[in-house]
């Protein structure tokens, strides 16, 4: 079945760059997406890409697409304390429909000062 | 605008039990989707209701099941419940199928 994988954690500086990197098995993913989840929260959808595009930026955030190596890539600008949080890769064929989003494990992003 | 509201918050339950979880979905939405997020794991697909009809299932056995309502509001009823249910419950509403899902902030179900 289809899997998405995301390394655990990322530790930054503040007013670094972090990435988050996600592999992807499914070759028919049409929409990637990128989730925060804070404590107690539910996800909020941070960006979303094509699997027809390359790249796509959003103010801080980047998202680069390799689709050849089904690798995905969110870059966040000059982080902040109030980006840590827990990072998800997800991906869909319908965009959210009927095969609904499969999620990766997510990527819990710590800040250091 | 009121987003997407879930109840209860926590809930305790025993094995073998059922339980009921709730979920109000934002206004304008006709399309709920239910995950599944157990500790430390990204949340997995249940099923999705659209327009009172199951629209798509993932891998989860028929004792997992739903409803949704005319007010396109929804709930996920489990049988039979198993220690390895124990987990937060995921709903998000959407404009239509295939539209950006919108989550609410999950239901805590601890099954002892």
């Known amino acids: 079945g289809e899997d998405v994988e995301q390394s655990l954690f990322l530790s930054v500086r503040e007013g670094d760059s972090s990435v988050i990197n996600c592999t992807y098995t499914d070759s028919s993913s049409t929409y990637l997406y990128w989730y925060k989840q804070e404590p107690g929260a539910g996800l909020q959808l941070l960006t979303y890409?094509?699997?027809?595009?390359d790249m796509k930026q959003d103010q801080r955030l980047t998202v680069l697409l390799n689709k050849k190596d089904k690798h995905l890539s969110l870059r966040i600008a000059d982080t902040q304390t109030g980006d840590s949080a827990i990072y998800f890769c997800a991906e869909s064929y319908s965009g959210g429909g009927a095969d609904g989003l499969t999620f990766g494990k997510g990527t819990h992003l710590i800040i250091q000062p | 605008e009121t987003g997407v509201t879930q109840s209860p918050t926590h809930l305790i339950k025993t094995r073998g039990q059922q339980v009921t979880l709730r979920c109000s979905s934002q206004s304008g939405h006709n399309t709920v989707s239910w995950y599944q997020q157990a500790l430390g794991q990204g949340p997995q697909f249940i099923f999705q209701?659209?327009?009172?009809?199951?629209?798509g299932r993932g891998n989860f056995p028929p004792r997992f099941s739903g409803l949704q309502f005319p007010n396109y509001s929804s709930e996920l009823n489990v049988n039979a419940l198993e220690l390895d249910d124990s987990a937060l419950y995921l709903c998000?509403?959407?404009?239509?199928?295939?539209?950006?899902?919108?989550f609410g902030p999950g239901t805590r179900l601890t099954v002892l």
């Open positions: 998000a509403s959407s404009l239509g199928s295939g539209d950006e899902q919108f």
């Open positions: 890409i094509f699997s027809n595009m």
């Open positions: 209701y659209y327009r009172e009809e199951e629209n």
